[in-house]
């Protein structure tokens, strides 16, 4: 059982700076009296706005992450972002394999497992994505899609270096707009695929990886998920653009966590 709740959000392709930086302050004083070491929060803004959002909150407070990162250091990958240009901003986490890079822009399983790879080298927590489509679930495939992506992201990642990962569960046909939200049942079963594959690579030391479930999460259904045993933390979407909404979220899930922590 984690000793605290992961929850944070990746703001797509909204937000300019000004509004990150509103954004920011207003969710860091929302939150200001909730003790850190119950809660790790975090937000992923987009690339322009990931230096202003650094200099408005401390890691110890908000962490911030990037939504892609290339597997890189330097080179000719016109519209690709280094780890060296991402360090030096002071980023933490590194997103990697959303569905929409997977799905639009076609991301495949070896090129996010450079990126994996890239990012531990450079000391960041990726946040590997992973998730079916709703063809895979219809088809029954998606504890193996599931297994496949963990087994496939993460090749090559060493034993010592598994604690730094995270995971985050998008099944991809909750995500968006006209997303249809999993089940608490069918979420916290599918996270227990995934923390099965994490332990045939990893053993016991898996337990360490925090899996977040993310899909379409709102103040109704946060409350089931977390409750969950398998759901260690929430990825939520457009429900946390709002900070007010977002503080709303964490005031609801926090309590039962810990409960949940302490039956554990």
């Known amino acids: ?4 709740i992961y929850i944070g959000t990746n703001t797509k392709m909204y937000k300019t700076i000004a509004d990150t930086v509103s954004y920011l302050k207003e969710l860091k004083e929302l939150t200001a009296d909730i003790d850190r070491n119950l809660m790790e929060l ?6 322009t706005a990931l230096k202003s959002a650094r200099e408005t909150v401390s890691n110890d407070i908000i962490k ?12 000719q990958f016109t519209g690709e972002i280094s780890p060296l240009m991402l360090k030096e901003i002071g980023i933490d986490i590194i997103e990697i394999g959303h569905s929409e890079r997977r799905h639009i822009f076609a991301e495949t399983d070896s090129q996010l497992n450079k990126k994996v790879i890239a990012a531990l080298k450079h000391g ?8 079916e489509t709703l063809e895979q679930k219809q088809l029954g495939i998606s504890d193996d899609c599931l297994s496949i992506q963990i087994k496939a992201g993460l090749n090559g ?9 995270w995971i985050a569960y998008e099944p991809v046909w909750a995500i968006g707009v006209n997303g249809i939200p999993a089940t608490a049942e069918y979420a916290d079963e599918k996270q227990g695929v995934i923390k099965n594959a994490l332990k045939e690579l990893f053993g016991e030391i898996s337990d360490d990886i925090p899996v977040l479930y993310g ?5 109704d259904n946060a409350t089931k998920m977390i409750r969950k045993p398998n759901i260690d933390g929430l990825f939520i979407g457009r429900s946390a653009w709002d900070a007010s909404n977002f503080n709303n979220i964490i005031r609801q899930v926090l309590p039962l966590f810990l409960e949940k922590r302490k039956a554990s």
């Open 215 to 219: 899909g379409s999460v709102n103040l």
């Open 42 to 47: 975090f937000v992923i803004p987009s690339y």
């Open 157 to 165: 990642v060493s034993k010592d270096d598994a604690s730094k990962l």
């Open 1 to 4: 059982m984690k000793s605290k």
């Open 124 to 131: 960041f927590t990726p946040l590997l994505c992973v998730g």
């Open 64 to 75: 911030i992450g990037a939504q892609n990162m290339c597997w890189e250091d330097q080179g």
